[in-house]
């Protein structure tokens, strides 16, 4: 049996957690909804299963809860993992800790020192730390635009779209191209998805990103640069909307696998 937490932003017309339950009965298994906000994380018997996040409500009270239940049981991805995914700040540590490439990133209280990184690029990304869906993101390029510290500021890396691959176990599995006439590509700011092939070089950089960070599966955001690829960030509980790849019963195998490996 696998429990699942429900995306918080499905809908009657594009239910992610739908789709994989399908999957997941097709392939034989079976599985239920797990509710964060009914279960008591003290007094709970839910112990020893698998559990999958395949989203999460961005409040006080999910992510604590879910914590708590890993400490008996397995959660895919791990709270841990969602969390450094969460943290852009996490995130470009482990990044650059493991050397893969990702634009130049400077994180700071200091406004000298944002103004001077600002100064010394000429112009920048600006995101805040625990932003999502390419929400309140933006192409600076005077102090006046710095608004309040901290600061987590980002080499402008020019182009006209970027790339989402979604990677399960290491591999990468699908990708898409998102185009906009907008700074950020996300489908949520409007940008228009279409599947790509995967490269062997899109498979190097997401997967060791996904590495990095800790998730059994997630949705890496790469753009392209002279030299190859950079990523962005990595998603942990990623939508896999325009992906060509049938993506819903790829992620269902890996679960009923991983819950096969627990039971051994
Ligand atoms: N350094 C950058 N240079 C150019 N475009 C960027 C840069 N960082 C982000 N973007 C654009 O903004 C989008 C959202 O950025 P991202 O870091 O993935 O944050 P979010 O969590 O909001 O999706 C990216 O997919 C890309 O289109
Ligand atoms: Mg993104």
Known sequence: MIHIVPKPTDTPGDNSTAMVEREIRTLG??????????????????????????????????????QALSISNTVVNSPLSIFTCASKVMTSALLVRHGIA?????????RDTAERFLDEQGRAVIKPVYGYDGNGIFLIDSPEQLGNPPF????????????????????AVGAIARVSDTLAHNIHQGGTG????????????A??????????????????TRDGYCVLEVNGTPNWHC?????????AGYLLEKERLLRK
């Not at 092939?197 to 498979?203: A, K, L, Y």
């Not at 992906?243 to 992620?251: C, E, H, K, S, T």
């Open 207 to 224: 997967g060791a990103a996904a590495r990095a960070v800790g998730v059994d599966y997630g949705g890496v955001d790469l753009l392209a």
């Open 152 to 171: 987590y500021l980002q080499e402008y890396v020019p182009n006209d779209h970027d790339y989402r691959v979604f990677v399960i176990d290491g591999t």
């Open 102 to 110: 990702t634009p130049l990133t400077l994180f700071t209280a200091s």
């Open 29 to 66: 298994g079976s599985c239920r909804s797990l509710d964060l906000d009914a279960i008591d994380p003290f007094a709970t018997d839910l112990s020893g299963e698998l559990i999958w996040a395949c989203g999460l409500k961005q409040d006080e009270h999910q992510f604590e809860v879910l």
């Open 243 to 251: 992906m060509a790849a049938p993506i819903p019963r790829l992620l």
């Open 194 to 205: 279409m599947p790509v092939d995967v490269t062997p070089e899109m498979q190097e950089v």
